[in-house]
């Protein structure tokens, strides 16, 4: 993995019990969503919630998704910060909103490629708009999905 | 005494404040009692006649504290707002409720903070800041200034506001420092050249548009308004309260839902004028809560001073100075006088309406003061 080192301090998900499918689908290489598993509703819902916010149905599933989106915002994060990430500063934080689904947005880091520190991509690359794809690379020794440009 | 509306049942009539420093020598419990007995003081109440208290988080010193150190009577009334900077009017809100519905007589409320010495929230790993955070801190969306950042960044695309806009916030704030001993900012004016080549907290938000970091505590008293008559000063009257959690919302990192660019303010501000007998045409001067400046933009908007995406142009022309459309945090605010968690927004404003200000409205008889946008939020228009 690229960066390994760099990136062995950062923070892991403090994940919860409706997160945590999340982060297993994840760590197989599978971008997936929550999804309400009632028949006439299926509506996506994030972040993971025990209970569908338009039917009240407590029945879910996890809805596997093209891993394509679009960086919907994104800031460069100074110090001061905790050192592991002062350390890369700056760096680059996204929120990119998802093809399949734009309400569905996720925060993430754009990468130079799978595994790669969140410094990894030249900030001027940066911009509103742009098409990014999901990757999977390991980050403190959890899988994370991370973001490559679709034309780096 | 009971009454159906809190409209103007109530009024403010004492304030109190110790002085705002990076760091201060007492503890964060000294400062709230020291703010507290001043704030009695200044109403001319005695402090075994307080029978209600309300505070919000992160305060750490709680009622039982708080009640024993200045000698409360009885206490029939006591409440915890959450969500930070978003529970400062809460706290007048669930105090003018209990004392205008018999709960209660005279009631505190208080921030105390050692913001300035202490520590930072964010840096905690272990405890968690009430944000989903699994979905935002791994990737270092670590401190409020980078969850706000990101709003802002997506703001400014898509309504074509600038960091111009945002340095007229940070600019009016500094001046009205200027004007207020009591400011941590007061000899320190601020120039367009220092915004602009000054170092970045989480791009695009630089150090001037970041609220201080403050050691401090202020308190005020609220009794009925008959019996605000006879205290021994000017009433300042609590004519609508309102508080605001919207449907589907998700606090500072609000990037969830069909419209991130709406928050609380938009629903605490629909409750807040529908009962009001004035709308934000007729609000003399304003104290909004600037925890950073894009948050004024953003409440401009949600409390109906312009349309869904003007605030930044709403700042042009000196709108926000004294003498402009909407003179705006003229105390200095969180940017520049002291970031208290917004309670000194409300004592501001309470000063205001005396004509007590450092930085006066000429007959100023209104005044609207919000808490936190971005989180769980409460605000109140306050009349003479």
Same mark, same amino acid.
């Given at each position: 993995?690229?960066?390994?080192?760099?990136?062995?301090?950062?923070?892991?998900?403090?994940?919860?019990?409706?997160?945590? *499918?999340?982060?297993?689908?994840? /760590?197989?290489?599978?971008?997936? $969503?929550?999804?309400? @598993?009632?028949?006439?509703?299926?509506? +996506?819902?994030?972040?993971?919630?025990?209970?569908?916010?338009?039917?009240?149905?407590?029945?879910?599933?996890?809805?596997?998704?093209?891993?394509?989106?679009?960086?919907?915002?994104?800031?460069?994060?100074?110090?001061?910060?905790? *050192?592991?990430?002062?350390?890369? /500063?700056?760096?680059?934080?996204? $929120?990119?909103?998802? @093809?399949?689904?734009?309400?569905?947005? +996720?925060?993430?880091?754009?990468?130079?490629?799978?595994?790669?520190?969140?410094?990894?991509?030249?900030?001027?690359?940066?911009?509103?708009?742009?098409?990014?794809?999901?990757?999977?690379?390991?980050?403190?020794?959890?899988?994370? *999905?991370?973001?490559?440009?679709?034309?780096? | 005494?009971?009454?159906?509306?809190?409209?103007?049942?109530?009024?403010?009539?004492?304030?109190?404040?110790?002085?705002?420093?990076?760091?201060?020598?007492?503890?964060?419990?000294?400062?709230?009692?020291?703010?507290?007995?001043?704030?009695?003081?200044?109403?001319?109440?005695?402090?075994?006649?307080?029978?209600?208290?309300?505070?919000?988080?992160?305060?750490?010193?709680?009622?039982?504290?708080?009640?024993?150190?200045?000698?409360?009577?009885?206490?029939?009334?006591?409440?915890?707002?959450?969500?930070?900077?978003?529970?400062?009017?809460?706290?007048?809100?669930?105090?003018?409720?209990?004392?205008?519905?018999?709960?209660?007589?005279?009631?505190?409320?208080?921030?105390?903070?050692?913001?300035?010495?202490?520590?930072?929230?964010?840096?905690?790993?272990?405890?968690?800041?009430?944000?989903?955070?699994?979905?935002?801190?791994?990737?270092?969306?670590?401190?409020?200034?980078?969850?706000?950042?990101?709003?802002?960044?997506?703001?400014?695309?898509?309504?074509?506001?600038?960091?111009?806009?945002?340095?007229?916030?940070?600019?009016?704030?500094?001046?009205?420092?200027?004007?207020?001993?009591?400011?941590?900012?007061?000899?320190?004016?601020?120039?367009?050249?220092?915004?602009?080549?000054?170092?970045?907290?989480?791009?695009?938000?630089?150090?001037?548009?970041?609220?201080?970091?403050?050691?401090?505590?202020?308190?005020?008293?609220?009794?009925?308004?008959?019996?605000?008559?006879?205290?021994?000063?000017?009433?300042?009257?609590?004519?609508?309260?309102?508080?605001?959690?919207?449907?589907?919302?998700?606090?500072?990192?609000?990037?969830?839902?069909?419209?991130?660019?709406?928050?609380?303010?938009?629903?605490?501000?629909?409750?807040?004028?529908?009962?009001?007998?004035?709308?934000?045409?007729?609000?003399?001067?304003?104290?909004?809560?600037?925890?950073?400046?894009?948050?004024?933009?953003?409440?401009?908007?949600?409390?109906?001073?312009?349309?869904?995406?003007?605030?930044?142009?709403?700042?042009?022309?000196?709108?926000?100075?004294?003498?402009?459309?909407?003179?705006?945090?003229?105390?200095?605010?969180?940017?520049?006088?002291?970031?208290?968690?917004?309670?000194?927004?409300?004592?501001?404003?309470?000063?205001?309406?005396?004509?007590?200000?450092?930085?006066?409205?000429?007959?100023?008889?209104?005044?609207?003061?919000?808490?936190?946008?971005?989180?769980?939020?409460?605000?109140?228009?306050?009349?003479?």
């Amino acid at each position: 993995m690229a960066d390994a080192a760099r990136t062995s301090n950062l923070l892991t998900p403090h994940m919860d019990d409706d997160g945590k *499918p999340f982060w297993d689908y994840a /760590a197989k290489g599978e971008l997936r $969503v929550q999804a309400c @598993a009632r028949p006439d509703c299926q509506e +996506l819902r994030f972040p993971p919630r025990p209970c569908c916010p338009h039917c009240q149905s407590f029945d879910s599933e996890w809805r596997r998704m093209s891993g394509k989106g679009r960086i919907w915002s994104y800031v460069l994060p100074h110090p001061p910060l905790l *050192p592991a990430y002062a350390e890369l /500063a700056p760096y680059n934080a996204i $929120v990119v909103e998802l @093809a399949d689904a734009p309400r569905i947005r +996720l925060v993430g880091n754009l990468v130079s490629e799978a595994g790669a520190a969140p410094n990894s991509v030249d900030p001027a690359k940066l911009r509103i708009g742009a098409r990014v794809q999901v990757v999977f690379g390991e980050v403190g020794g959890q899988v994370l *999905p991370q973001w490559v440009l679709e034309r780096p | 005494m009971a009454s159906s509306s809190l409209k103007d049942a109530t009024a403010i009539v004492g304030i109190g404040q110790t002085p705002f420093a990076k760091q201060l020598p007492q503890s964060e419990k000294t400062l709230a009692a020291r703010a507290i007995v001043a704030a009695l003081d200044d109403a001319g109440i005695a402090p075994s006649e307080v029978d209600a208290f309300a505070s919000y988080t992160m305060e750490e010193t709680d009622e039982v504290e708080i009640a024993k150190a200045v000698g409360a009577g009885d206490v029939t009334f006591f409440s915890k707002v959450g969500f930070g900077g978003g529970g400062s009017c809460a706290t007048i809100a669930h105090l003018a409720a209990a004392v205008a519905t018999g709960q209660a007589n005279v009631g505190v409320a208080w921030r105390s903070r050692k913001r300035g010495s202490g520590p930072r929230p964010w840096k905690n790993t272990t405890a968690q800041l009430p944000t989903p955070a699994q979905w935002t801190r791994p990737f270092g969306l670590l401190r409020p200034a980078d969850e706000i950042g990101m709003l802002t960044r997506r703001y400014m695309h898509e309504y074509g506001a600038t960091r111009d806009h945002l340095f007229n916030v940070a600019l009016a704030c500094r001046n009205r420092a200027n004007q207020n001993p009591a400011a941590m900012m007061y000899e320190r004016p601020l120039t367009r050249d220092m915004y602009m080549t000054s170092r970045w907290i989480s791009e695009p938000l630089c150090l001037f548009d970041n609220c201080l970091e403050t050691d401090g505590a202020l308190a005020c008293v609220i009794v009925s308004a008959e019996r605000a008559r006879d205290c021994r000063r000017k009433p300042v009257y609590v004519h609508s309260v309102a508080q605001g959690l919207p449907a589907q919302h998700h606090g500072m990192v609000n990037y969830w839902n069909d419209d991130p660019l709406s928050g609380p303010a938009w629903t605490a501000a629909r409750h807040l004028w529908k009962q009001a007998d004035f709308g934000p045409q007729d609000v003399d001067v304003a104290q909004i809560y600037d925890a950073f400046t894009p948050l004024i933009p953003l409440s401009l908007e949600g409390y109906g001073f312009c349309g869904r995406g003007e605030g930044g142009a709403f700042t042009e022309g000196g709108a926000l100075e004294i003498g402009g459309r909407l003179p705006l945090n003229t105390g200095g605010g969180g940017l520049s006088e002291a970031y208290v968690h917004g309670f000194n927004l409300i004592n501001e404003g309470v000063k205001q309406l005396r004509g007590t200000s450092t930085a006066q409205v000429p007959d100023a008889a209104t005044c609207l003061v919000t808490a936190g946008e971005g989180v769980p939020t409460s605000a109140v228009l306050l009349r003479a």
